[in-house]
């Protein structure tokens, strides 16, 4: 269908720098209708030929300075209106309402209770869990619209009969939203009267006439890390173009998972790959200084800030590209760089390509400042850049590409570089008060049942569309006859829930599962940096928690490695980390006896023990979903 035919039946999605923007996009064309992103300071008259409006989720507050600009017209317009989040406080706060900082900020999956006789709701109960992820909230909403949905804090949407304009405080686009998907076929069936006209265009051919018009008769050097990103790539660089143009590149840079090297290169010689090197550069990653934008780095290897480490990386896999690339006499002035970036590395990269508003969470090693460079100068093929990991996975079937390469678990391009948390020393607890107004809260919701203490680490998080980096909160059991089995699990993700909403200090929650010592009051804190001795050991770890606890209800599954210690003689403790999700922009932490056996939990403890005991000196599991915190902790 042609962009002429879409007049009249079309969506603009106007973007306030949300994470979750390219979510709305591709859940309205899987409806069935057009969509274009816009940014949000689009004239109203770019807006007339649209059908309807909606308004994204976004960083900023509408009341501070720098907020996202626009064009007032747009609502003279008469056209339906959807606000999500930040467009809610942006819908409410024009049309003369109130938008404050919310006393109680919510973060993750939030019961709300709707009046199902809005068009929006129809159809669904009365009581819906969807997805929270705001500092703000509406306290007074406009005159001409009505309450349609609240939580015990705020209210969560708003309607306007007369204006045909919804909002909602929550983020329908994601599936922690459990029935957004209803919403968004309420909103475009029933209050814009929108029909189911638009098909998806078969995403191979478009991929494969994309690499021949950029590519003709050149060659590409593709990085191959053995996901299902780059190997999709890979496969539509070998449909597209003759065997002699691709060169593929597997940089092992020392931070792979345990024989994972050895296990990609099988897999990836089943692509058709002809012309295929792997490089060895661990020494290479670990103890190489940089300038990178004319900033010195020291080597990986004395790093602990997270995007330092990330940058050196990202970097670093660039350098030992280009090396390898001269040594088969291409550069990269004719020569074409191909990689598996992935919408959301972007848009969680902050890149202003995608988002003129979107905060960096957390830099990609695939969009560092030197690839940047590289791909303003139209030398940058990546098939992936406007697809999410799920859609990634049905173009590898639709390849024929072997299942275990389709389903394959992410892994990050950093490796356990960023599974590694490195510091130098304990980081600042937040005053006593709070640690003690903290150790109540849990002391009355958990009915006694468990003890708090606040880590000496912190690690990143997702919390209103910014990026956090706060203190990790451990809960321990104050039964000492506690097991993997007997564990309150449901009351453990509940209060794991309620406290980063309640503690503002506080973005990841982890529960003790094994501890070598009774006491928590001597907790310490030794530093940590990346070595081939701390790799070494959380490769062991990882294989332990992953051959046990992994299976196809779990997206992600992995482990990290922290310098938190009960235990004079020891240095580190780990934390599990397992969670469901299909598009990786949320997820809810795998919850243990129901995603997966309170046995395999416990194998993976033993299997932790019997290679690590000596390092090792607790053991926790993430309950922490995204957000507030990130899948990864850095």
């Not at 909403?141 to 204006?163: G, M, R």
């Not at 997270?306 to 004719?334: C, N, Q, S, W, Y």
């Not at 001795?533 to 992953?546: F, S």
Request: proline fraction near 4%; charged fraction near 25%; charge should be negative.
């Amino acid at each position: 269908m042609s962009m002429s035919e879409h007049s009249g039946e079309k969506v603009a999605i106007l973007d306030c720098g949300g994470q979750y923007t390219k979510v709305i996009d591709r859940k309205v064309r899987e409806l069935g209708v057009y969509t274009d992103i816009l940014p949000m300071g689009v004239s109203s008259e770019k807006l007339k030929d649209y059908s309807a409006v909606i308004l994204s989720g976004g960083p900023s507050s509408v009341w501070e300075n720098g907020a996202p600009s626009y064009d007032e017209g747009i609502f003279e317009l008469g056209l339906p209106m959807l606000g999500i989040c930040y467009g809610m406080q942006l819908i409410c706060n024009h049309f003369g309402g109130e938008v404050i900082p919310s006393y109680k900020t919510e973060y993750g999956q939030i019961n709300v209770t709707v009046d199902t006789s809005c068009p929006l709701f129809a159809g669904l109960d009365s009581v819906q869990p969807v997805l929270m992820s705001h500092g703000d909230a509406v306290k007074r909403n406009p005159d001409s619209f009505v309450v349609v949905a609240k939580t015990d804090n705020v209210t969560a949407a708003v309607w306007s009969e007369e204006k045909k304009i919804a909002a909602v405080q929550f983020h329908p686009e994601v599936e922690l939203t459990e029935n957004g998907v209803k919403m968004l076929e309420n909103f475009l069936r029933g209050i814009c009267g929108l029909k189911e006209v638009y098909a998806l265009e078969d995403r191979i051919e478009t991929s494969v006439k994309m690499i021949r018009e950029r590519v003709g008769d050149g060659k590409v050097v593709v990085l191959v890390s053995g996901g299902v990103d780059s190997a999709v790539t890979a496969a539509l660089l070998v449909k597209a173009l003759r065997p002699e143009q691709v060169f593929a590149i597997h940089i092992d840079h020392g931070l792979m998972r345990k024989n994972e090297s050895d296990l990609i290169c099988e897999n990836l010689a089943k692509l058709g790959l002809t012309q295929m090197q792997r490089i060895n550069a661990e020494d290479a990653f670990f103890n190489t200084a940089l300038e990178i934008d004319g900033e010195k780095y020291a080597p990986l290897s004395e790093t602990v800030e997270p995007e330092k480490k990330r940058a050196i990386i990202g970097h670093m896999f660039f350098v030992v590209t280009e090396e390898a690339a001269k040594k088969l006499d291409l550069d990269f002035d004719t020569a074409f760089l191909a990689q598996g970036t992935l919408r959301p590395d972007l848009i969680e990269s902050g890149n202003p390509d995608v988002s003129g508003y979107a905060h960096k969470i957390k830099t990609h090693h695939n969009d560092v400042g030197v690839i940047r460079a590289l791909r303003d100068a139209g030398h940058v093929i990546e098939t992936n850049w406007d697809w999410h990991k799920d859609e990634v996975r049905k173009v590898a079937r639709m390849l024929g590409l072997d299942e275990e390469i389709a389903s394959r678990q992410p892994f990050p391009g950093p490796g356990l570089g960023v599974r590694l948390i490195c510091c130098n020393e304990a980081a600042p607890l937040p005053e006593q008060t709070k640690l003690g107004e903290l150790s109540a809260f849990v002391e009355k919701v958990g009915g006694g049942k468990f003890k708090v203490h606040v880590g000496p680490i912190q690690s990143v998080g997702v919390q209103g569309d910014n990026r956090s980096y706060k203190s990790l909160a451990t809960l321990y059991p104050t039964d000492e006859g506690a097991t993997v089995h007997n564990a309150d699990w449901k009351l453990i993700f509940e209060i794991a829930k309620e406290i980063p909403n309640k503690f503002s200090f506080i973005n990841r929650v982890a529960y003790c599962i094994y501890s070598d010592t009774k006491s928590i009051d001597d907790i310490s804190c030794a530093g940590m940096h990346i070595c081939h001795e701390t790799a070494d050991i959380l490769r062991e770890i990882d294989a332990a928690v992953t051959s046990n606890v992994m299976n196809p209800k779990i997206a992600q599954c992995f482990a990290v490695m922290f310098p938190m210690s009960a235990n004079k003689d020891k240095k580190y403790s780990c934390a599990i980390r397992a969670v469901c999700t299909s598009d990786f922009m949320t997820a809810r932490s795998a919850a243990p006896g129901k995603e997966f056996t309170t046995d395999a939990l416990e194998s993976a403890v033993k299997g932790i023990l019997e290679t690590e005991g000596d390092n090792i000196s607790m053991i926790f599991y993430d309950v922490t979903g995204k957000p507030p915190a990130t899948v990864e902790w850095e």
